[in-house]
C-alpha cells in the first residue's frame, strides 16, 4: 500500500514551493487515479521487458511480478449463462469476479484439476479428438465476454486465480488552523493499492498531470523526465 | 518428514486381501497398484519437468501432451506391455462370435477341452465373408427402392465353411480305419497334404468387416465348445479418465521419452534436438521391453535343465 496522504502531501510541497498554485482535493483524485492505472497496466508488459537473474532483491523480472502479486486474488465462480444484447444466449458460462482485471489460472474445485485455455476453432478439432476431448478430469475453457465458457457440460464451479481491478484511491479530508488535515476515516478514504516502491513514481507522474493542468511545461518536463529516470532504475 | 510415496498404510493395503472390510480405503487401487502409475500422473510430471522456460520445450497444451501420452500407451500395448486380454465363450449353434468392443488385434483362438487343456486354433486363409448381392433368376441383381442393391444375409463362401464337410476325417482315423482294415489304397491319396490346413481341432476365419469370427463344423460341431478369444487392446478402453489407466513403472521412462520426442518433432524450433530425442525414445522402448520380458536367469537355467542342457548360474 502507498499513502495517498504522503503523496497528496508530497505533491503540494513541490507545488507550493514553485509557487504553481494549489490542486484541489477533488483534482488529486482524479489524478491519482489515472497515475495508479498507468503504473499498474505497466507492469504487464514490464514482465517482459524486464530481465532475470539469481539474485535476492535485483530480479526486476520477480520485481514486477511481486508488485502484481499485490493484487492477486482467487474466487469461486458458478456455472450459469450468458445472453447478449441480441438474445442469443451461451450456456456453461461462467461470469468473472466483479473485481476482475486480467486472468491466471483457471481450476476444478474438486480436484484441482487445471483447465486449460483453447481458441474457439481449435476446440472444434480438440472436440472431435477421442484423444482430447475434453472430459471432467481434462476440461478446457474458451474465454468470453466477462467470463470463461467451460466444457465439457456438468462442471458446477470452478476457481479462479486473477489479477483484480486496484480500488479507486482517494483522499479525503480538508484544512483545519490553515493545516491540511486527511480523515482516514471519512467516506470513500482509500489509499493507493501498488507496491510501497510506486511512491515516487506516482507523485512524478501526478505532478506531470497537475503541470498540464497549471499550464507549466516546465514541470511537465521535469517530472516526465524524473519518471523516466525512476523506471529504468527499475529495469 | 517427506511424505510416503506410498499411498496406503500397510493396514489398509492388506484390508481387501485379509477381507477387512472396515479398513479398506474408499480410493483403494488394488494390490500391486504401486507397479504403475496412471497416465494422468505421467502428463502432470511430465509438464513439470520438461515444459517452460529453459526447458526442452517452451510452451505446449496440456491436451496436447494427453495426446501424445495415449498414443504412446496406444503403441506400447501393441508390442512392448504384457497387455493381452482373453474372454471366454461358449460356442453356440451358429458358430460364431462377435469381437470385443475393444478389440484390436487377435493374439490367438483356442478350444477348451474336456480337462481344460486350451488347444490351438489355425486362422483359415483361404476362405472369407464377401458381401452377396442377391440377385433373380436372370442373375441380375436386385435393388431396393433407393436403387441400392440387396445383399443377404451372409455369403454362401462362410456358409460352406462352416458347414460339415464330408472329407473331414482326420489323419489318425484315415490311416487306422485304412490300415487295420488292410487297405491300402489311401496310399498317395493325400500326397502333399498342407498341415496348417489340416489341423483336427478346428480352424477360424474373422471378418474384420462385420466384426464377426467365424468358426468351421469342427469347433462349432462340439458339444458345449468353449473357445477363448485373445486379444490385444490399446491400453485406453477402460475408462475416459486418465487416472484410471496405468502404465507399467518399467515403462515410465520410455513415456517421457516418446512424449518428448513426438511433441519435438511437430516443432520446427525445437531444432537439432529432435534427432536426440529419437535415439532417446528409441533406446528407452528397448529398455522397456528388455525389463518388461522379465528374463530370469534361474528360470531360463531351470528350463534348460530339462532339456539335459548344462548350464551355470
Redesign the interface.
Known amino acids: 500500500m502507498v499513502s495517498i496522504d504522503n503523496v497528496y502531501k508530497t505533491v503540494l510541497t513541490i507545488l507550493n514551493k514553485e509557487k504553481r498554485g494549489y490542486i484541489t482535493p477533488r483534482e488529486f483524485n482524479d489524478y491519482a487515479r489515472q497515475a495508479q492505472l498507468e503504473i499498474f497496466e505497466s507492469y504487464f508488459s514490464g514482465v517482459n521487458r524486464s530481465l532475470s537473474n539469481n539474485s535476492d532483491y535485483s530480479d526486476t523480472k520477480r520485481n514486477v511480478e511481486e508488485k502484481i502479486s499485490f493484487l492477486e486474488n482467487e474466487a469461486t465462480i458458478a456455472t450459469g449463462s450468458f445472453t447478449n444484447a441480441s438474445g442469443a444466449t451461451t450456456s456453461d458460462y461462467f461470469a468473472y469476479p466483479s473485481d476482475f482485471y486480467r486472468l491466471s489460472v483457471v481450476s476444478t474445485t474438486t480436484g484441482d484439476q ?1 483447465i ?1 485455455e ?1 481458441s474457439n476453432k481449435k476446440f472444434l478439432f ?1 472436440n472431435k ?1 477421442p ?8 476440461p ?1 475453457y474458451l474465454t468470453h465476454e466477462n467470463g470463461l465458457v467451460i466444457k465439457p457440460t456438468g462442471i458446477p464451479n470452478v476457481s479462479v486465480s486473477y489479477v483484480r481491478k486496484p480500488s479507486e484511491p482517494q483522499w479525503v479530508g480538508g484544512t483545519a488552523n490553515g493545516q491540511i488535515i486527511v480523515n482516514t476515516s471519512g467516506v470513500g478514504f482509500k489509499n493507493f493499492e501498488l507496491h510501497p516502491s510506486e511512491e515516487t513514481e506516482l507523485v512524478a507522474k501526478i505532478l506531470t498531470f497537475a503541470g498540464v493542468t497549471l499550464r507549466a511545461p516546465d514541470l511537465v518536463q521535469a517530472t516526465a523526465q524524473k519518471e523516466s529516470q525512476i523506471i529504468q532504475s527499475e529495469q | 518428514m517427506a511424505e510416503l510415496k506410498t499411498k496406503y498404510s500397510e493396514q489398509n493395503y492388506y484390508a481387501k486381501f485379509e477381507n477387512d472390510a472396515a479398513n479398506i480405503p474408499t480410493d483403494f487401487k488394488g494390490l500391486g497398484y504401486y507397479s504403475r502409475t496412471s497416465v ?1 500422473d505421467i502428463v502432470n510430471s511430465f509438464i513439470i519437468a520438461y515444459i517452460g522456460e529453459d526447458k526442452a520445450l517452451t510452451k505446449v ?4 501432451i ?2 501424445w501420452a ?2 504412446g500407451l496406444q503403441e506400447f500395448s501393441y508390442d512392448t506391455l504384457h497387455s493381452e486380454k482373453a474372454i471366454e465363450i461358449e460356442l453356440g449353434d451358429a458358430g460364431q462370435v462377435a469381437l470385443p468392443q475393444d478389440y484390436v488385434n487377435c493374439s490367438k483362438i483356442t478350444v477348451t477341452t474336456a480337462d481344460g487343456v486350451q488347444k490351438l486354433l489355425l486362422p483359415y486363409t483361404k476362405t472369407g465373408n464377401p458381401t452377396a448381392p442377391l440377385q433373380d433368376s436372370t442373375g441380375d441383381f436386385t435393388y431396393d427402392s433407393d436403387g441400392k442393391a440387396n445383399l443377404a444375409d451372409s455369403s454362401v463362401t462362410i456358409a460352406r465353411y462352416q458347414a460339415a464337410r464330408a472329407d473331414s476325417i482326420n489323419a489318425s482315423d484315415y490311416y487306422n480305419s485304412n490300415y487295420n482294415e488292410e487297405n491300402f489304397t489311401y496310399y498317395n491319396n493325400r500326397f502333399g497334404l498342407n498341415p496348417a490346413d489340416s489341423s483336427t481341432v478346428g480352424t477360424y476365419f474373422i471378418d474384420t468387416v462385420s466384426g464377426v469370427i467365424f468358426f468351421d463344423s469342427s469347433v462349432k460341431g462340439v458339444t458345449d465348445s468353449v473357445v477363448t478369444l485373445h486379444y490385444i487392446s490399446d491400453g485406453l478402453a477402460a475408462s ?4 484410471l489407466i496405468y502404465v507399467p513403472k518399467l515403462a515410465e521412462d520410455a513415456m517421457y521419452a516418446y512424449i518428448l520426442y513426438n511433441l519435438a518433432k511437430v516443432r520446427p524450433s525445437v531444432g537439432q534436438m529432435i534427432s536426440l530425442y529419437k535415439k532417446e525414445a528409441s533406446a528407452k522402448l528397448r529398455n522397456t521391453k528388455i525389463r518388461l520380458s522379465n528374463y530370469k536367469s534361474e528360470e531360463m537355467a531351470q528350463v534348460l535343465r530339462g532339456k539335459s542342457k548344462w548350464i551355470k548360474h
Open positions: 487445471f486449460e483453447i480438440v479428438s484423444f482430447t476431448k475434453p472430459s471432467i478430469t481434462s478446457v | 494422468a497444451p496440456k491436451f496436447e494427453e495426446f495415449q498414443r475416459d479418465d486418465l487416472n
